[in-house]
């Protein structure tokens, strides 16, 4: 297949240059620290997480599953604020959404939400949001 | 044709849809009334309802007069396409929707009974839009819909291991399978600068064969994985058996059509075995993606049969033999899959063309195997539950009307004459053999042949079981239940594969699946 037109390696030049810079640097980084640097292991240094919490326990531990509910409950309403903002922001700016077409959206945006509302009341009266 | 009227074909497809929506409107309402102490009565009666709308929505819209929206450049514009493929496959969504509704109502629990039918609604309405998609997002989407229910409805009525095993498995495969489907999407986007189907095939079947790019191939080979999963064929089987085994019947019943039929649907649109009225096939059916397309389905139909068939043999558990049963059938619709591009290039005018037989099978495949499982379903109680082959022993003697309908179905499944599997098998097997000649010549003889073997395969485990119903006694024998609903699905499901089998019902489903295979307005041109 032939290059397509204006297609020009030379303007792809600094792109490699950067790659080379930067593996170049992260290389040299890398074999420094190995080579250079002092190695004094104390027991705090050994930890998992040295500046963090003292590890307590199994981290295997089972939660409760309404931790899950509530977080996806959450998603939900968090992609759809995600997807109300779009069409917010487009369907009544000038030069937006066609006429014709405002109408429509704006019906499939309220059959979004009443979707959202049905699942919503059927979390609700199945006992989700009650924590026992 | 102006931009504005294009973008109008983007809105005015709402009113098509209204049986679809319908359905899940319905879905909705269930699910709200899934969270109330309403008996499950109120719900099915419900769904019912909504459904038999929907059928008779769909018989009164008829299917579209062929050449009515011919070159109308909406065609590469809108999501939804309406021929009469999409009416064949809404009929039968619907249709195949009204059994199962009957054949759930006493097998799930009373507590869940709302939640399942509200899933079970969703999944039907994904089979009946997968059949009318007409870009590549609503074909996804459409088979999610099908898809993220069945997740809920294999967990749902049982609690123990082999159910949490069962939803699991088929979580993590149908997810794995459909990053393959969108991995060939995606592909197939970059190929075509279109997400639209029609645009895709237009594009493709403009281009010459040699100036097509190879990842076409990568584009077959990742459509045709996951569409595998969903239709069983032979690598992409895996999951079947245990997933089936660990299902309720109902949910093991619907896996074993719904994915199928909606796998089937898809790879004939994707693949461009049906070619929309826009567009012309000048590379013939099914050759969009090289004329490699058949040798792949080839191998893919041999290898799914044999594995169904073979390890069929060694099953004792009632659902898992279903389960490679209903691999062994996919690897016969897979020869008429096949076939199909041959046949339609050589233009015969008699015989069965490969798509017509495909479809055919379908309708024949779901009533005689949704109808063995509603069998078991209502001969089960949880006191005695129907889980192996041993446990129909003597059914003969307890139930001798039940059994004889199983003996119907199982009949069929062989291809025994004057049931619908037979008639199935008959278009398949001698479409197969009347591929015309050429440098393919020997390929499908042989592969009719290797069907016809796996036929006779087959006869030994299905014959197995009418042995076992017949001529075994048992000590503790089957008990049942009185369910006029379940009773109601098997009675549609033994008249379908009755009916089905002979001149007035057979021709009557061969010219719908004609008209759907679109034979008539795309005859080949050479």
Request: aromatic share 12%; net charge neutral.
């Amino acid at each position: 297949m032939p290059p397509e037109p204006g297609f020009d390696l030379s303007a792809y030049f600094p792109i490699f240059l950067y790659l080379a810079i930067i593996l170049g640097f992260a290389g040299t980084t890398l074999i420094l620290a190995h080579v250079v640097g002092p190695r004094r292991d104390t027991s705090v240094k050994l930890m998992p997480y040295e500046s963090g919490m003292d590890p307590v326990g199994d981290a295997r531990q089972r939660f409760d599953v309404k931790f899950y509910l509530l977080a996806i409950m959450f998603l939900v309403f968090d992609v759809e604020l995600l997807f109300l903002y779009p069409w917010a922001v487009v369907a009544y700016r000038e030069g937006g959404l066609p006429a014709f077409l405002s109408g429509p959206v704006f019906w499939g945006v309220l059959v979004f939400i009443a979707l959202l509302l049905v699942a919503y009341v059927y979390d609700w009266r199945k006992g989700v949001f009650r924590w026992r | 044709m102006g931009t504005e009227s294009l973008s109008r074909a983007l809105v005015e497809f709402f009113p098509h849809l209204l049986p679809e929506g319908i359905l899940v409107a319905i879905a909705c309402v269930v699910f709200l009334g899934a969270t109330t102490r309403a008996g499950r009565n109120l719900w099915y009666l419900l769904s019912l309802g909504a459904l038999a709308t929907g059928v008779l929505l769909i018989i009164a819209q008829g299917p579209p007069l062929s050449g009515s929206n011919s070159n109308r450049p909406e065609t590469f514009a809108s999501p939804v396409l309406f021929d009469n493929l999409t009416w064949f496959i809404r009929l039968l969504a619907f249709g195949g929707g009204l059994v199962f509704v009957l054949f759930s109502w006493s097998e799930v629990p009373e507590k869940q009974a709302a939640d399942f039918l509200g899933c079970m609604l969703v999944t039907i309405a994904g089979l009946s839009m997968c059949g009318s998609a007409n870009d590549l997002i609503g074909l996804f989407l459409s088979l999610e819909m099908i898809s993220i229910p069945t997740y809920v409805l294999l967990y749902l009525p049982r609690y123990d291991e082999a159910s949490q095993e069962a939803s699991m498995k088929y979580f993590l495969l149908s997810i794995f399978s459909s990053a393959f489907l969108l991995f060939g999407f995606s592909y197939l986007y970059g190929l075509a600068g279109t997400t639209n189907l029609s645009g895709i095939l237009h594009a493709l079947d403009t281009t010459d064969v040699r100036d097509r790019p190879a990842l076409a191939s990568v584009v077959l080979i990742m459509v045709v994985a996951g569409l595998g999963f969903k239709i069983t064929a032979a690598p992409f089987h895996f999951y079947a058996p245990d997933v089936y085994q660990g299902a309720p019947t109902v949910g093991a019943a619907l896996l074993a059509f719904i994915p199928k039929a909606a796998g089937f649907v898809a790879l004939l649109r994707v693949l461009g075995f049906v070619f929309p009225a826009a567009v012309s096939a000048r590379a013939g059916i099914g050759m969009a993606f090289g004329d490699q397309t058949p040798i792949l389905l080839c191998f893919l139909a041999a290898v799914t049969m044999f594995v169904g068939n073979l390890l069929a043999l060694w099953q004792d558990n009632l659902k898992r033999l279903f389960a490679y049963s209903s691999i062994a059938h996919a690897g016969y619709m897979l020869i008429a899959l096949a076939a199909a591009p041959l046949l339609r290039q050589a233009g015969r005018n008699e015989g069965a063309d490969g798509i017509e037989a495909l479809l055919y099978y379908l309708v024949a495949y779901g009533a005689m195997t949704v109808g063995a499982f509603a069998v078991i379903s209502y001969l089960s109680t949880p006191e005695r539950p129907i889980e192996t082959v041993d446990d129909l022993a003597g059914l003969s003697r307890s139930h001798p009307g039940v059994a004889l309908l199983m003996v119907l179905f199982l009949f069929s499944l062989i291809g025994i004459p004057l049931t619908a599997g037979f008639t199935g098998k008959f278009l398949i097997f001698f479409g197969a053999l009347a591929v015309p000649g050429g440098e393919r010549a020997t390929l499908f003889p042989i592969l009719a042949v290797l069907g016809m073997i796996n036929a006779a395969i087959g006869a030994w485990y299905y014959l197995r079981l009418v042995a076992v119903m017949y001529l075994r006694t048992s000590v503790r024998p089957v008990e049942g239940k009185w369910c006029p609903a379940g009773l109601a699905a098997v009675g549609i499901c033994a008249l379908l594969t009755l009916g089905l089998s002979l001149p007035p019902g057979a021709d009557w489903l061969v010219q719908a699946a004609r008209k759907a295979s679109g034979a008539t307005t795309a005859a080949a041109p050479k």
